[in-house]
């Protein structure tokens, strides 16, 4: 089974700072991609950004940015100019995959970022 | 509009009531699949189908069942062995190994059991 861990409950930074996600994952699995979704108030699951885990070179989706650590099992989240907007949950999620399809994605409980004004 | 709808958005219901909360999408997507968030908590998968007529337990697929009868809808049933239904409840769907297995999710539906 997998588990992922996300050992920063709450984070609160100022608007136009940098702010750094943490996300530990433990597997035994080589098929697998992780995910960062975010949750606002209105609790509509929206994916941020995506990684393969087969591919080294670390994914970016405009201001968001991840650094990926298979060795060490790390994947963190960068926000880079944070913006108001940007205050919501964040959660990190694990999907292992096979020729006959992917699981359901295992989710960590969840970062509340706050961007303060 | 291509999505997912889930409905009712808020379900009360009674205790020892089986419930069914309704998933539609008309993304043409494969797999679909159900989770449960408790007050800070992440999701949890409680099941998932791959293609019709097909459907696999999650982590916490006790009290709840479904039925994958058309690619387009998912229900699931909260029956009355749930010992704690009272949860929000996202439904979510995706393509497959072609679109990275990246899900879409629905709005979710607030359940509460009395």
């Known amino acids: 089974a997998q588990t992922v861990t996300q050992s920063q409950p709450e984070m609160s930074v100022q608007e136009a700072e940098t702010v750094t996600l943490s996300c530990t994952y433990d597997?035994?699995?080589?098929?697998?991609?992780l995910f960062w979704y975010k949750q606002p108030p209105s609790r509509q699951m929206i994916l941020v950004i995506r990684?393969?885990?087969?591919?080294?070179q670390n994914a970016t989706e405009n201001r968001f940015s991840v650094n990926f650590q298979k060795a060490a099992k790390s994947f963190s989240l960068k926000i880079s100019d944070s913006q108001l907007g940007d205050t919501a949950m964040y959660f990190c999620?694990?999907?292992?995959?096979?020729?006959?399809?992917?699981?359901?994605?295992?989710f960590g409980k969840g970062t509340h970022l706050i961007i303060q004004p | 509009d291509g999505g997912i709808t889930q409905s009712p958005k808020y379900l009360f219901r009674k205790e020892g009531q089986n419930v069914t909360l309704s998933c539609e999408q008309n993304?043409?997507?494969?797999?679909m699949y159900w989770y449960r968030q408790d007050p800070g908590q992440g999701l949890r998968l409680i099941y998932y189908?791959?293609?019709?007529?097909?459907?696999q337990k999650g982590d916490i697929a006790e009290g709840y069942s479904v039925s994958r009868e058309k690619k387009e809808s998912f229900p699931l049933t909260v029956t009355s062995a749930q010992k704690n239904p009272t949860a929000f409840y996202l439904c979510?769907?995706?393509?497959?190994?072609?679109?990275?297995?990246?899900?879409?999710f629905g709005p979710g539906t607030r359940l509460t059991v009395t």
């Open positions: 979510a769907s995706s393509w497959g190994a072609a679109k990275s297995y990246e899900q879409y």
């Open positions: 597997t035994s699995e080589n098929n697998y991609y």
């Open positions: 990684q393969e885990a087969y591919k080294q």
């Open positions: 999620a694990f999907m292992r995959y096979s020729g006959g399809g992917a699981d359901g994605l295992t």
């Open positions: 993304l043409n997507h494969d797999a």
């Open positions: 189908s791959q293609i019709v007529n097909d459907f």
